[in-house]
Nanobody, 114 residues
Framework: QVQLVESGGGLVQPGGSLRLSCAAS????????MGWYRQAPGKQRELVAA???????DYADSVKGRFTISRDNAKNAMYLQMNSLKPEDTAVYYC????????WGQGTQVTVSS
């Protein structure tokens, strides 16, 4: 059973940046389309960024131009660089395959507030 561990969240002021990391217990990133998801309080989990096995990325309109997804197959890791953060980006962020096929990890909390 593959395990996913997200890290890098925290409290940041509007306009700030964070870099999230996703580590997998075994190599999956090079053979799967992957995604970063988030769930805000009272809302459904949503996909915010995706990267396919060929490295092509796509983003939700709400984060386009501000977030960048990347992957390091050699390190079994995936990243989400988040710039120009807004209060509405506040959520728990998760990584998973696209579509999700692995048990969800704990996620990492991102709070954007002044």
């Amino acid at each position: 059973q593959v395990q996913l561990v997200e890290s890098g969240g925290g409290l940041v002021q509007p306009g700030g940046s964070l870099r999230l990391s996703c580590a997998a217990s075994r190599s999956i990133f090079n053979i799967n389309d992957m995604g970063w998801y988030r769930q805000a309080p009272g809302k459904q989990r949503e996909l915010v960024a995706a990267i396919d096995a060929g490295g092509r990325a796509d983003y939700a309109d709400s984060v386009k131009g501000r977030f960048t997804i990347s992957r390091d197959n050699a390190k079994n890791a995936m990243y989400l660089q988040m710039n120009s953060l807004k209060p509405e980006d506040t959520a728990v962020y998760y990584c998973n395959t696209l579509p999700p096929s692995i048990q969800w990890g704990q996620g990492t909390q991102v709070t954007v507030s002044s």
